[in-house]
């Protein structure tokens, strides 16, 4: 184990800049998981309403996770200086590469922005009927309880 540990520092040694990337990168995530954290607990401590804390828990990780991988994709990738073009390319290149995902969040976002419904109400969709008791992401119809209608 002291062989893997003198490998390691070894290796970090001779590459300052992965040295200093890996350092960045692991205070991006640690300052973001801190600073979820102390927001959570101020709003737990604040809102009552369980649904009212399950939106802000779901939406401080969507958020946090975007600013925290934009940040580790500027800490690795120095070289991309111009935001607007790398972006345009990205997203061109997973809305062919991943349609039917990007269609999954583009419908999610159509749920979360425009509110046809929320978790506990009771839907049909077709043939099922339920309950919404989850509304996530990457799913077209997400945690549909309930049975088929006759």
Known sequence: MQDFGNSVGD?????????AN????????????????LILKFV???????????KWRKNLTYASATIGLLLIIQIWYAGISNWGTFLGLLSAGIAIALKDPVTDVA???????????D???RIQIGDSKGGVRRICRLCRICRITGEKSS
């Open 11 to 19: 290796f970090l040694e001779n590459s300052p800049n992965l040295a």
């Open 107 to 117: 419908a999610w976002l159509f749920i979360l922005w425009r509110k046809p419904f």
């Open 119 to 121: 978790v506990g109400d």
């Open 22 to 37: 890996l350092f960045k990168t692991i205070g991006v995530i640690l300052v973001l998981w801190l600073m979820r954290i």
């Open 44 to 54: 737990y401590r604040n809102v009552e309403s369980k649904r009212t804390q399950y």
